[in-house]
């Protein structure tokens, strides 16, 4: 295995898109040069390249999360998502409170009042 020959799949990688590395996608040329990689061992390149795959992901939602800390702090969101929920739902409760009997809406609105409160 040469520069060359890296520096050949490197660029097949970067044709497929300058992003799809960042998701986990791998050009299927790295299968050859993992599998003469692991050649005499026990690990499979499917595998090895699954692997690498999966922690890449990991990455990338790490550098995500550290983002959206740095953008938005480091409060706590489910806090946060939390009183915006009790507040969706009080505002739910006061349209299903306010809402008339179902007979006496529109048909085609129904439907929306049918099964009642969750």
Not at 47 to 54: E, G, H, K, R
Not at 61 to 76: A, F, M, Q, R
């Amino acid at each position: 295995m040469d520069d060359a020959e890296i520096r050949t799949i490197a660029q097949e990688q970067w044709f497929l898109s300058n992003i799809t590395i960042m998701w986990g996608f791998l050009h299927t040329s790295w299968n050859n040069v993992i599998k003469r990689h692991l050649f005499g061992t026990r690990h499979s390149s499917h595998n090895w390249l699954a692997i690498l795959s999966n922690r890449i992901w990991e990455i990338t939602e790490d550098l995500w999360k550290h983002g959206n800390s740095i953008k938005y702090g480091d409060d706590d969101t489910n806090e946060r998502t939390k009183d915006i929920n009790d507040k969706l739902d009080k505002a739910v409760d006061e349209i299903f409170d306010s809402a008339p009997p179902l007979r006496h809406l529109p048909v085609t609105s129904r439907h929306f009042f049918e099964k009642g409160r969750a």
